[in-house]
């Protein structure tokens, strides 16, 4: 199985602030790799895929960027809907792993 | 709009079978699918990928769940289902049926969870 491993596991940001959660993938996957935000009590959305795409209707405050283990989601300037848990997930094989998700609290 | 209900029991008893079964609604079963997926959430935990379906009937599992998982799709009613046997307490969870769609860009093909259910909360107590 792939591993992923996201960082931090929680941070605290203020609305405006630049935010990047990383993601860290245990063997190489291209771009097979996708974001998800999830909120309290609600399913996933997915807000990325192919590492850097904007799926429709994403604000374009959130960018994804990376290739082969290393990637990156940033949020260029936080808002108030914007706090939730956020899930990189790998589809470079066809046992599909999560990262262990990042919390993004209120300061 | 199509939307997808997940549906089954809530309660069911240590090495007992947990079944359940996600209704699409609003257009038919293979709408914009490729995948037909299942996905766990133990509370205040992450997301586990249990496994998935093609349209073709080639499943794909979680290794670590393989020997007890099954997946089934019923396009006559628009259904897919889970079957989890020899459940543990650690198999209390919400779990989420979603659809998994792809994208092709630049030459490669990429899948990702598109649709989900509300999620169901199934206990797994005696």
């Known amino acids: 199985d792939i591993q992923m491993t996201q960082s931090p596991s929680s941070l605290s940001a203020s609305v405006g602030d630049r935010v990047t959660i990383t993601c860290r993938a245990s063997?190489?996957?291209?771009?097979?790799l996708n974001w998800y935000q999830q909120k309290p009590g609600k399913a996933p959305k997915v807000l990325i895929y192919?590492?850097?795409i904007l799926q429709t209707g994403v604000p374009s405050r959130f960018s994804g960027s990376g290739s082969g283990t290393d990637f990156t989601l940033t949020i260029s300037s936080l808002q108030p809907e914007d706090f939730a848990t956020y899930y990189c997930q790998q589809t470079s094989t066809t046992s599909l792993t999560f990262g262990g998700g990042t919390k993004v609290e209120i300061k | 709009q199509v939307q997808l209900q997940e549906s089954g029991p809530g309660l069911v008893k240590p090495s007992q079978t947990l079944s359940l079964t996600c209704t699409v609604s609003?257009?038919?079963?293979?709408?914009?699918?490729?995948?037909w997926s299942w996905i766990r959430q133990p509370a205040g935990k992450g997301l586990e990928w249990i496994g998935r379906?093609?349209?073709?009937?080639?499943?794909h599992y979680n290794p670590s769940l393989k020997s007890r998982v099954t997946i089934s799709l019923d396009t006559s009613k628009n259904q897919f289902s889970l079957t989890l046997n020899s459940v543990t307490a650690a198999d209390t969870a919400v779990y989420y049926c979603?659809?998994?769609?792809?994208?092709?860009?630049?030459?490669?093909?990429?899948?990702?969870?598109?649709?989900w259910g509300q999620g169901t909360l199934v206990t797994v107590s005696s």
């Open positions: 379906m093609l349209i073709s009937g080639n499943t």
């Open positions: 979603a659809t998994e769609t792809e994208h092709c860009s630049g030459g490669r093909c990429y899948e990702y969870l598109q649709r």
């Open positions: 609003g257009g038919p079963i293979s709408s914009g699918a490729f995948y």
């Open positions: 192919g590492a850097s």
């Open positions: 063997q190489t996957i291209s771009t097979y």
